[in-house]
Nanobody, 125 residues
């Protein structure tokens, strides 16, 4: 199971920190594979936000969040964190964490086998 935490309501320009932790059968997958964050805004398709390799050496970001969001991981806690700064109203969405049993990072939804329940981020103008 993956669980995402940290969503909430924030004003434009503010920051939020999302965290995703794993348990059960996803524990080893999450620790040994890629971790990712995706988001889905109302009426839109789910889209890639950021991903990180199993050891944290490689990261990837959507163009829309580059320079504002930072993904990191703490394998000791089996958690992947998304630090979101300089938030804008367009960042409003449900954010999902995901795990892929791969040694590479990917922006493709189909490569992620396990998904968290989502956490709502609302950015007011």
């Amino acid at each position: 199971q993956l669980q995402a935490f940290g969503g909430g309501l924030v004003r434009a320009g503010g920051s939020l920190r999302l965290s995703c932790s794993s348990s059960g059968r996803t524990f080893s997958i999450y620790a040994g594979g890629a971790g990712g964050w995706f988001r889905q805004a109302p009426g839109k398709e789910r889209e890639f936000v950021a991903a990180i390799s199993w050891n944290g050496d490689s990261t990837s970001y959507a163009d829309s969040v580059k320079g504002r969001f930072t993904i990191s991981r703490d394998n000791a806690k089996n958690a992947v964190v998304l630090q979101m700064n300089s938030l804008i109203p367009e960042d409003t969405a449900v954010y999902y964490c995901a795990a892929a049993p791969t040694s590479w990072i990917s922006a493709h939804i189909y490569e992620y086998d396990y998904w968290g329940q989502g956490t709502l981020v609302t950015v007011s103008s």
